[in-house]
């Protein structure tokens, strides 16, 4: 690897800007959840999840928490298996392409196939994290 790309990918603002943007997609949506609280009741709702407002709360915190652990590098485990969980229940929750007619299926088809790769990602994070403390306790 290049000297330049090998500084670049080690630097600790690289490490933070990575897990910031890995973790986009959720703190986003917590925020907008906890701004908006009545919309993201709504979409609990939506979904059959009640009391509504409990589960849009324990969704807002949980992306909320997960992506934190993940961006400050504490408990990224944690906050990377919080994240994973979330999003494979999406699945049979928000997006079971397996009920529905075309092109809804198809369409919902790919956006499961986006999740099973964010949650690739995500063991990713966690198994670098899980190294990265291995290293830093032998050191």
Known sequence: MPSFIDSLTGSNWFGYLG???LT????MSGVAKMLDFDAGVA???HFGLEPAPFFNAAVALTQLFGSAF?????FTWLGAG???????LTIPI????WTMEEPLRTLEF????EHVTVIGALM????????????AATA
């Open 19 to 21: 897990r910031t943007v």
């Open 24 to 27: 986009s997609m959720f703190w």
């Open 43 to 45: 979409e609990m709702a």
């Open 70 to 74: 993940i961006i400050a590098n504490r």
């Open 82 to 88: 919080m994240l994973a969980v979330f999003t494979a």
């Open 94 to 97: 928000a997006h079971n392409f």
């Open 110 to 113: 790919y956006v499961v196939s």
């Open 124 to 135: 990713v994070v966690a198994w670098k994290s899980a190294h990265t403390d291995r290293v």
